[in-house]
T-cell receptor, first 113, second 115 residues
Framework: AAGVIQSPRHLIKEKRETATLKCYPI?????VYWYQQGPGQDPQFLIS???????DKGSIPDRFSAQQFSDYHSELNMSSLELGDSALYFC????????????FGPGTRLTVL | GQNIDQPTEMTATEGAIVQINCTYQ??????LFWYQQHAGEAPTFLSY????GLEEKGRFSSFLSRSKGYSYLLLKELQMKDSASYLC????????????????FGTGTLLAVQP
């Protein structure tokens, strides 16, 4: 069965650079979520989209922005990267809003040097 | 505010049964999830409870008491591959009563299964 796809899987950037993370949800899933997981920490919700509109917002820094496109894939844009942005970034998708199983992608490991 | 508590670490023996507890205090409630996560990998879905009671799924069962803000995950016939972090997550409601689709995670319980 098709799963959530994230690219790239690994990314190394310097401080103050920009990064773009991509997420391709499971086919027919219309909702995408982004989570950030620092070393030894639990995943923290950043932002979510339903039918290409932002549906909820969590602890996402102003330096980050995201959007969902017409094919339902999503991109997380990160600017002025800081050392503290080094983390695993997970994308998850689900069918519809509200509660229900969220399927997680393999994550993008971002390292900021 | 949102607060979800789990034990940090647990150790159990192969073939045994282990219960991982989770207590929560959230601004609303629209379901509780359990995820398994191996180091450096994505969380994988184990169970979902929205009504009180026990949900059984093979070797894994999950229980919920909404009045007590309490859930547990029960793992039976433990196998070495069950060594992982187990994350309790709550889907809260918005202040207007609608379901919000974000998950609030607990800090996770690192389970070590020993031979």
């Amino acid at each position: 069965a098709a799963g959530v796809i994230q690219s790239p899987r690994h990314l190394i950037k310097e401080k103050r650079e920009t990064a773009t993370l991509k997420c391709y949800p499971i086919p027919r899933h219309d909702t995408v979520y982004w989570y950030q997981q620092g070393p030894g920490q639990d995943p923290q919700f950043l932002i979510s989209f339903y039918e290409k509109m932002q549906s909820d917002k969590g602890s996402i820094p102003d330096r980050f922005s995201a959007q969902q496109f017409s094919d339902y894939h999503s991109e997380l844009n990160m600017s002025s990267l800081e050392l503290g942005d080094s983390a695993l970034y997970f994308c998850a998708s689900s069918l519809g809003q509200g509660s229900g199983e969220q399927f997680f992608g393999p994550g993008t490991r971002l390292t900021v040097l | 505010g949102q607060n979800i508590d789990q034990p940090t670490e647990m150790t159990a023996t192969e073939g045994a049964i282990v219960q991982i507890n989770c207590t929560y205090q959230t601004s609303g409630f629209n379901g509780l999830f359990w995820y398994q996560q191996h180091a450096g990998e994505a969380p994988t879905f184990l169970s979902y409870n929205v009504l009180d009671g026990l949900e059984e799924k093979g070797r894994f069962s999950s229980f919920l008491s909404r009045s007590k803000g309490y859930s547990y995950l029960l793992l039976k016939e433990l196998q070495m591959k069950d060594s992982a972090s187990y994350l309790c997550a709550v889907a809260p409601q918005t202040r207007y009563g609608g379901a919000t689709n974000k998950l609030i995670f607990g800090t996770g319980t690192l389970l070590a299964v020993q031979p």
